[in-house]
């Protein structure tokens, strides 16, 4: 994500928290959609699933205080399976870690 993309992130979960529950609980809904029973999350509707969406997912979670034992279950686990023989992490399982 570049900079830009994080500021706008941020902003985006900033406005989330002190907004109305409604819009929270819409977001927490939609989390809920995006979750894969591999504990992963998808980028969007249909979308792939890898370890930027489980970062972004659990980040906003987090930001917005939606985050709960239903979302981070498994994601820990999924992370792992992303483990390459190097050391490094891949963007989902059986692919190649880049660095950077």
Known sequence: MS????????????????????????LYKFMLLMKDKSGAFRMHDGGEIDVR????????????????????KGVGNYIASCQTYEGGIAGEPSAEAHGG
Do not use: Q
């Open 3 to 26: 900079a830009l993309g994080e500021r706008c992130h941020l902003y985006l979960c900033c406005f989330l928290n002190r907004s109305k529950l409604s819009i929270r609980d819409n």
């Open 53 to 72: 969406a489980c970062y972004t997912a659990i980040s906003v979670a987090s930001l917005v205080n939606i985050l709960d034992d239903e979302l981070a």
